[in-house]
């Protein structure tokens, strides 16, 4: 099968190009480079099955075709998008737009990439699917979650309108080697800090709490969500449900890697998201999936990245280059 995956060199993305060229599909990656790296496919140079076009995903792209397209161009960690709002809502309103126009005109099939910030602060603990989010249209996040919101809208429109078979997928907080150690999440800067011997900055009091899940167990999901027959429509949230508040993550944290960090409470992000957890069992249900990896496993495997990444010098690291 020809796979389109938008954001291709990214975190998640990468992670996805890895498990469809290793079940003997051809992709095509668009990435613009804006908050993906191209180290990220560095493993991957001269495959014979895998095509990188670095271009904006907001642009005409006709001589681009295939069986499946999955969105997931946009900065995605409150760093990120903070960095780059404009591009943010594009990517996520004109690019998804691009894409499911492509997707039309090729008769295939179209993943959106959501997120579980499509909840907001949500009212409703855990959060399903029917839950429709309690989001500040004007708040600190709203270039990301209501672009993605918009994304979301315009993919069921496309299925209403057009019959097009397009599948929603909302995304929680994921972790692994990739993790982009600029972009300010919590995994990769409390591992970076950890492994550094520097201070392990928890921001507010730390109660907080969110819940994470491994990469190939994502990826997994994404893949059934995408492959899956007859779930045209639907909107599935993926993400591991068991739940920690970011002074808990940063003690697991600092034993797994080892470390004497002092933990310290740094002033707390402007409206701050004070719980989030999945309820999966729609997933379960259409899917068959549920996550594998242990938070300790997965943590394990992420730090043994870092390490290797810190190896390198340090400019290296600080600019992903
Ligand atoms: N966080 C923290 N220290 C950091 C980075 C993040 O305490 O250095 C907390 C943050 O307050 C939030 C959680 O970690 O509660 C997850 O933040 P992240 O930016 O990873 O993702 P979010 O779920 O907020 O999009």
Redesign the pocket.
């Known amino acids: 099968m020809q796979i389109v995956i938008s954001g291709g060199a990214g975190f998640i993305g990468s992670h996805l190009v890895d498990a469809c060229l290793t079940r003997g599909h051809r992709v095509i990656v668009i990435d613009n480079l804006l908050t993906g790296r191209r180290e990220n496919l560095a493993h991957l140079a001269d495959h014979p099955r895998l095509r990188f076009l670095e271009r904006d995903v907001i642009e005409p792209l006709p001589e681009v075709e295939g069986e499946l397209y999955l969105h997931l161009a946009s900065p995605?960690?409150?760093?990120g998008y903070a960095r780059y709002p404009i591009e943010t809502m594009l990517a996520n309103s004109l690019g998804t737009q691009r894409l499911l126009d492509l997707t039309r005109r090729d008769g295939a099939t179209f993943l959106f990439a959501s997120?579980?910030?499509a909840y907001g602060d949500p009212l409703v603990h855990p959060q399903p699917e029917e839950y429709w989010g309690n989001v500040n249209p004007v708040g600190p996040?709203a270039c990301y979650d209501e672009s993605k919101r918009y994304g979301e809208a315009l993919t069921v429109t496309y299925v209403r309108q057009f019959g097009l078979d397009g599948r929603i997928v909302r995304i929680?907080?994921t972790y692994g080697p990739r993790n982009d150690p600029r972009?300010?999440?919590?995994?990769?800067?409390?591992i970076t800090?950890a492994l550094r011997g520097e201070p392990?900055?928890?921001?507010?009091d730390?109660t907080?709490?969110?819940s994470y899940c491994y990469v190939s167990d994502l990826v997994e999901g994404i893949l059934r969500a995408a492959l899956t027959p007859g779930l045209a429509g639907e909107v599935i949230n993926l993400g591991n449900p068991l739940e920690y508040?970011?002074?808990e993550?940063?003690v697991l944290i600092r034993r797994l890697a080892g470390s004497s960090s002092p933990i310290v409470h740094?002033p707390?992000?402007p409206e701050?998201?004070a719980r989030?957890r999945p309820e999966i069992s729609k997933a379960r249900r259409l899917l068959g999936w549920e996550p594998q990896v242990g938070i300790e496993e997965g943590l394990l495997q992420t730090i043994a990245w870092f390490r290797e990444q810190l190896a390198l010098p340090a400019s290296a690291v600080v600019d992903g280059t």
């Open positions: 995605a960690s409150p760093v997120t579980s910030e996040r929680f907080n972009d300010g999440r919590i995994v990769p800067n409390f800090q392990i900055t928890v921001y507010g730390g907080q709490t969110r508040s970011a002074v993550l940063a740094a707390p992000r701050e998201i989030r």
